[in-house]
Nanobody, 117 residues
Framework: QVELAESGGGLVPAGGSLRLSCAGL????????MAWYRQAPGKQRELVAV???????NYADAVKGRFTVSRDTAKNQVYLQMDNLQPEDTAVYYC???????????WGQGTQVTVSS
């Protein structure tokens, strides 16, 4: 069983910043494709950012230039630095780990991010 634990959510004004953290096991953070998703009320869950085991990253168009995903394998953590937050970024943010070798997908419990206008 893979356990992921997000933290760092909160309430910020528009233009503010937050850093989300996702804690996992060493194998998870080092070997899995790690991603951040978000789900706003009444909307489907959407991909925000991805970082693979080689450190390559990819972002949704809506967050490019504002969000940065990174990984610290020594601390078994994946981060999502979110700058210039806007009200439309309000959502529950979820950490995800995907293992290619077993086609296995794991989710954290989510952390709420609320941006006030």
């Amino acid at each position: 069983q893979v356990e992921l634990a997000e933290s760092g959510g909160g309430l910020v004004p528009a233009g503010g910043s937050l850093r989300l953290s996702c804690a996992g096991l060493a194998r998870t953070v080092s070997l899995a494709i790690m991603a951040w998703y978000r789900q706003a009320p009444g909307k489907q869950r959407e991909l925000v950012a991805v970082i693979n085991s080689g450190g390559g990253t990819n972002y949704a168009d809506a967050v490019k230039g504002r969000f940065t995903v990174s990984r610290d394998t020594a601390k078994n953590q994946v981060y999502l630095q979110m700058d210039n937050l806007q009200p439309e970024d309000t959502a529950v943010y979820y950490c995800n780990a995907y293992f290619l070798d077993t086609n296995s997908n794991y989710w954290g419990q989510g952390t709420q991010v609320t941006v006030s206008s």
